[in-house]
């Protein structure tokens, strides 16, 4: 017997199923092995070399792999086939070989691009050996991930309070999106008008033509600089005779998009589904390890971390079958169509994301899918199907107009276009896809003849603004660092996440704004370390991991040239003392920091007290404004507030920030840190009233709007209609709630405690007396993982002792420091297996100590008794 060991449980179940009895399939559940998150893993010094730690879920599942290879006639490496699969392969086997399990045994890798019982079959009859140079590749980029992140991030901390950390490609998005923000601040608006005409001709047919030359000379989109300029043209316009003084049409030819690599597949997504990067990759991984249909699992998508454009010939024959049985052989080229990527180092060893069988029609299969799952499998079947047909044939018409009046004359132009054939738009449900083109398409113009005259039916003129650039969004930052060159598909999502953790932005209505910190870290970064910010810089250290990756580069000859470069330059800057950083940060950000006032006053001056100078400040919650003359002068705003905004709250020497005082007592409310964390108090002394910050609420996020909201609880949401008895709502140990007549019901989030109203109170309520006195509602969930090997949703949610995974009766606490929204699907199977593995034995100590307790009840209530009739 083979033992084959693949990365999720998932796709195990479903290859057992392909292999037989031949076979046993393990799944190591992702990394087995990572660099400890602490000085030292890897050591230039000793030419890189890299310690690597197996945490305690991947011991077992390692210690259970080597078991059954120890039995086993032979080894296959199935991970992924990308980078990352294969540093899986190599971490594995070089785990097997350090337990000495492997002696004499065969040893192979076998990759496939999509879970189908051919492609799993294909790929085991033409096994290789491990790519050494992909896993160099991997190593080098382990390397200098860690080596930037540990060498900078303290360096951050010293000097700029309140930092988290600077990663080598997140730092380089980051910048992208600030440097949007910039241009955005920068941005002066300018007024325009434009100015068209509704037309008549001969027919009666109307259609509209816009202005485009006025006396001979050709206008731009801002040449109407005023309201008279544009009343005088229409004076004219309105007493002028229009005549056609010509008609073309043209016919284009627009051509199917290529099938979807893993960024266009995000930003498609995103653009059209509203999926983040995050949630995308979780659904599409899903949809390729597989699911059930109609009693079998089997993958629906190929491998979706890819960056090539290209179909297998057998699927581009079925595409081919599936196009003339569909849609006709109308809609069918000729010769197949072949596509090449034209994203910067864009590696072409997989296929693009396409279904495993085009056969499998969205319709057939949603009913086997929840409701993500068939919308992202919907837009796969038909990207991938459309990139094979014909082209859609469209006819342009573009109608040119003279108006004369008098000795003036003027140019007005009318385009229209008619699709003749709809070609590869026939795939589609919309007729126009938001990542096919940029090009507006134009309505349809009546039968226009060369120099006929036309009868003006009315002149309209429109005011409009120029607009800054947009902000990104997800989908529009993932196309741009492609572009650039810089991350690979695999860690789009992967940056996002990051960057948002990191409070370094935030995602409101899917635009990606900069926060305060974010901001400070990018500029502290672009003046002192300047080059490793740089898109050029990284985009050309992109390549040379691709050149390592092909065997064309040393990784080790790589990661020296970098860090030769790097340290010098954390070295002098380790050096700088943080008065200068602060210098650096007022001159850098000052449009930002001291906006211009309207009256002429010196924006730096403070203006509470006339004679102190604003400044930025750094503190443990992060950057604010304020005066010079601390501790005499209280003033202080926060970072991006203009002047007039201040609220004379003020960073005091043990840490406590003043909000601002309590419009009811006049006493001053205050942010501080205790014992147990950050909390509110309003005025002095014992008697002074306290409140806690709630889970997800940080200190930067806190103004005395919030603070008082805080300090109101509990807050009555109203009195109950049946019993007459008032309903509150408050925060307490265990979360949200509602309180009524004794009886406890927890609230989903914490803004439900300042926002619920009675009618959704008294339905909580009933919902938590339907279940029993006794029983205590479930916390809503943070986030659906996926599905168990053995059936059943897991969920990560957040309990009164802390954030677990749960699978139906099964919780799984998780281990301490784990961020919640970090929690894997592979993680959250181990941990929840592992538990229902001791359920046994807790079960038994759970009835001991409940008998021993009944028991110590029991003795102490005849004790009591006894006592009573003495």
Known sequence: ??????????????????????????????????????????????????????????????????????????????TDPDREGEAISWHVLDVLNQKRVLKDKKVRRVVFNAITKKAVLDAMANPRDID??????????????????????????????????????????????????????????????????????????????????????????????????????????????????????????????????TSTLQQAASSRLGFSATRTMQIAQRLYEGVDIGGETMGLITYMRTDGVQMAPEAIDQARAAIAKTF????????????????????????????????????????????????????????????????????????????????????????????????????????????????????????????????????????????????????????KLEELGIGRPSTYAAILKTLEDRDYIANERRRL??????????????????????????????????????????????????????????????????????????????????????????????????????????GRYGAFVGCSNYPECSYTRQFGE????????????????????????????TLRNGRFGPYIQRGEGKDAKRAGLPKGWTPDMIDLEKALALLSLPREVGVHPETGKTISAGIGRYGPFLLHDGSYANLDSVDDVFSIGINRAVAILAEKKSRGAGARSKPAALKELGEHPDGGVITVRDGRYGPYVNLGKINATLPKGTDPDSVTLEQAIALIDAKAGSGRSTAKKTSAKASAKTSTAKKATAKKTAKAGS
């Open 1 to 78: 017997m083979d033992v084959v060991i693949v990365e999720s449980p998932a796709k195990a179940k479903t290859i057992n199923k392909y292999l037989g009895s031949g076979y046993k399939v393990l799944a190591s559940f992702g990394h087995v092995r990572d660099l400890p998150a602490k000085d030292g893993s890897v050591r230039p010094d000793e030419d890189f070399a890299m310690s690597w730690e197996v945490d305690g879920a991947s011991a077992k599942r390692l210690a259970e792999i080597a078991k059954a290879v120890k039995d086993a006639d032979g080894v296959i490496l199935a």
């Open 642 to 669: 203009s002047g007039e905004n201040g609220n004379g709250s003020e960073a005091l020497a043990d840490g406590n920030k003043v909000l601002g005082a309590d419009p009811d007592t006049g006493e001053e409310i």
């Open 132 to 261: 050494k140079p992909l896993v160099d590749a991997y190593l080098a980029r382990r390397a200098l991930d860690y080596l930037v992140g540990f060498t900078l991030s303290p360096v951050l901390w010293r000097k700029l309070p309140g930092a988290r950390s600077a990663g080598r490609v997140q730092s380089v998005a980051l910048r992208l999106i600030c440097d949007r923000e910039a241009e955005i601040e920068r941005f002066v608006r300018e007024d325009y008008w434009q100015i068209a005409a509704t037309l008549a001709t001969p027919r009666s047919d109307t259609f509209e033509a816009r202005l485009t030359a006025l006396d001979g000379r050709k206008l731009q989109k801002l040449d109407i600089k005023s309201a008279e300029q544009a009343e005088e043209i229409r004076r004219m316009l309105d007493g002028a005779a229009f005549r056609v003084l010509s008609v073309e049409a043209k016919p284009t030819r627009r051509n199917p998009p290529p099938p979807f690599t």
């Open 513 to 618: 704004i900069p926060q305060p910190r974010g901001r400070i870290v990018t500029t502290f970064l672009e003046n002192f370390f300047r080059r490793y910010v740089e898109y050029d810089f990284t985009a050309d250290l992109e390549e040379k991991l691709d050149e390592i990756s092909d065997g064309k580069l040393s990784w080790k000859e790589v990661l020296r040239d970098f860090w030769r470069d790097f340290s010098g330059a954390v070295d002098d800057i380790k050096e700088l003392r943080v008065t200068d950083v602060i210098d650096v940060m007022n001159n850098e950000l000052a449009p930002l920091l001291f906006p211009r006032q309207e009256d002429g006053r010196d924006p730096r001056i403070c203006p509470k007290c006339g004679t102190g100078h604003l400044s930025l400040k750094l």
């Open 328 to 479: 006709g052989d109308r809609y069918l080229p000729d010769k197949p169509r072949f596509y090449s990527t034209k994203a910067k180092n864009a590696q072409e060893a997989h296929e693009a994301v396409r279904p495993t069988d085009f056969s499998r029609t969205p319709d057939q299969v949603r009913k086997y899918l929840d409701a993500d799952q068939a919308r992202l499998y919907e837009m796969i079947w038909k990207r991938a199907i459309a990139s094979q047909m014909e082209p859609a044939e469209i006819e342009r018409t573009t109608v040119e107009i003279e108006a004369t009046n008098g000795g003036r004359t003027a140019g007005l132009r009318a385009v229209g276009s008619v699709v003749r054939f709809d070609g590869f738009l026939a795939a589609y449900t919309e007729v126009k896809e938001d990542d096919q083109t940029d090009d507006d398409e134009d309505g349809r113009l009546p039968v226009i003849n060369a120099n006929e005259a036309l009868e003006r039916e009315s002149i309209q003129v429109t005011a409009h603004t120029t607009e800054p650039p947009p902000r990104y969004t997800e989908a529009t930052l993932i196309k």
